[in-house]
């Protein structure tokens, strides 16, 4: 062992007395019983793919997201049979409002949840989030009326604080070079997520009219109709529930590491710290507020489009839609899940790394545009073609928008360091779940409006709804560019 490594490893007296140098230019350390320090060890001896971390982020997202869209396909029809909507076109009104429902709840309760998790842990809000998955989204199959339904929406979304933690997880359990396959597997399970649960909406919803042989009208199902798709998606949050109990913690428990010093066997060395972002007001870093920004505005455009998708594509063709039953809307999105979950799996991962997170959010931006703007021309489609236009058409829009959402949450992720990652990502599901809770609502009343100016001479019905959803993309788009988004210095990414 030469001299160099000999100071290094064993100081002598001047050495130990003398000021510290840098946090960044220490070797880690790792405190005895830190869960947060047990698993920056497991990352750091390991240079593989952390699979049975990415398994559980993947589930729990998806366990979460399912509730969220499973009532669009039978949005419409649980409208009418509650018997709110004074008429046909008021309907999407009331779905509007009951679909934002959830989200102005996650409005209330995201920051809180966030911060939370920075002090408590990641594990213990993601189980509770859980529970009120189980719990609440059963509520909600067995209202008996329209404000049963919002009530429990409303508290579902308040008492999920699961998006904020499960973001700052699924890049604290793999090493750098794999934060965007983690947040990429959190992004696509929660994009399936968002397209099975209408799918599994639409396929068990009024079990008892669909399947009469298997569902009796005198049964639980026959008697509340939307049951059965909450309940099987209670069932999934259930298990992811129970998985928790193998869920290693990943948040540092130990305080004053500034003052701290371990011995590790032979070695001293300094508390490890992260070092990369000076620790600041959220408020006031640049980087981080822009990628919410940007985020914010794709949210909007998502939410918006998900909303009105499911009620353009059941509505009567007289207005413009499609004439689907919530079975044929079912099958499409269970199809368009199908083929995101095959871009993710094989293809996401080459797209990032030739384009880079900046860029692909871009390039994907820029091409949703002209996908959306096919959509009205869609209703002079019949048979075979229709059904290959509106599967291609969902198929990608589902992956372009998986794309720009993981690369916005990795600029988020990236600007700040672990403890304010919570808290940052808790900021950016208040303003995402703002933005959320103003797209059902907006959608609705768009979808209201179009329908009732079918013979107008400037974008007449459904034309002036897919007009204003690409306005809002074109906006996220500008977003994404100089000056508006900024990134942190040492922020290594096309």
Not at 185 to 197: D, E, F, N, R, T
Not at 370 to 378: E, G, K, R, S
């Amino acid at each position: 062992m030469d001299n160099t490594t000999r100071s290094r490893t064993f100081p002598d007296n001047d050495e130990a007395n003398a000021t510290p140098p840098p946090p960044e230019d220490a070797a880690p350390v790792y405190y005895e019983g830190c869960p947060g320090c047990a698993m920056e060890r497991k990352v750091e001896n390991s240079t593989g793919i952390p699979y049975k971390e990415f398994v559980f982020v993947g589930v729990t997202s998806l366990a979460s997201a399912l509730p969220i869209s499973s009532l669009f396909p039978f949005l419409y029809f649980m409208i009418q049979d509650m018997h709110v909507a004074k008429n046909e076109q008021d309907i999407g009104v009331y779905a509007g409002l009951l679909g934002a429902s959830y989200m102005a709840g996650r409005f209330a309760g995201s920051l809180f949840w966030g911060v939370v998790a920075d002090r408590v842990g990641r594990k213990p809000i993601i189980a509770f989030s859980l529970f009120t998955v189980v719990i609440l989204n059963t509520l909600f199959g067995l209202s008996v009326n329209y404000w049963m339904a919002l009530t429990t929406r409303l508290l579902l979304g308040s008492l999920n604080g699961m998006l904020a933690p499960m973001k700052a997880y699924c890049v604290e359990v793999c090493r750098p070079e794999h934060h965007a396959l983690g947040l990429s597997v959190l992004s696509s399970a929660w994009g399936i997520g968002l397209v099975i649960g209408p799918s599994i909406g639409g396929y068990l919803a009024q079990p008892a009219k669909h399947y009469p042989k298997l569902f009796s009208e005198n049964s639980i199902f026959g008697r509340f109709p939307y049951f059965l798709p909450c309940l099987c998606i209670s069932l999934v949050a259930l298990a992811a529930l129970i998985s928790c109990i193998w869920l290693p913690e990943t948040l540092h428990m130990h305080k004053n590491l500034e003052v701290e010093v371990e011995m590790v066997g032979d070695t001293r060395m300094s508390p490890r710290r992260e070092a990369p972002h000076p620790e600041k007001s959220l408020y006031k870093n640049r980087p981080l507020m822009s990628s919410i920004a940007a985020y914010c505005v794709f949210t909007l455009h998502d939410t918006a489009y998900s909303e009105i998708f499911s009620l353009w594509t059941v509505s009567d063709k007289k207005y413009g839609g499609l004439g689907f039953s919530s079975k044929d809307v079912g099958q499409v999105l269970a199809v368009s899940g199908a083929g995101l979950l095959v871009y993710q799996l094989f293809i996401f991962r080459h797209v990032h790394n030739l384009l880079g997170s900046v860029n692909s959010l871009r390039i994907a931006s820029a091409l949703s545009i002209p996908i959306l703007a096919c959509y009205p021309f869609m209703t002079n489609l019949s048979g075979t073609k229709l059904g290959l236009a509106i599967y291609f058409a969902a198929i990608a829009k589902g992956a372009l928008a998986m794309t720009i959402l993981t690369g916005n949450a990795i600029l988020q992720n990236n600007a700040v360091s672990q403890n304010q990652r919570g808290a940052a990502n808790g900021l950016s599901a208040t303003g995402q779940s703002l933005f959320k809770t103003i797209a059902p609502v907006g959608a609705g009343v768009l979808f209201s409006w179009a329908q009732k100016r079918q013979n107008a001479t400037f974008f007449p019905g459904d034309q002036i709804i897919f007009v204003i959803l690409n306005l809002v993309e074109l906006l996220g788009l500008a977003l994404s560019f100089k000056p508006f988004l900024s990134l942190p210095k040492k922020y290594d990414f096309k």
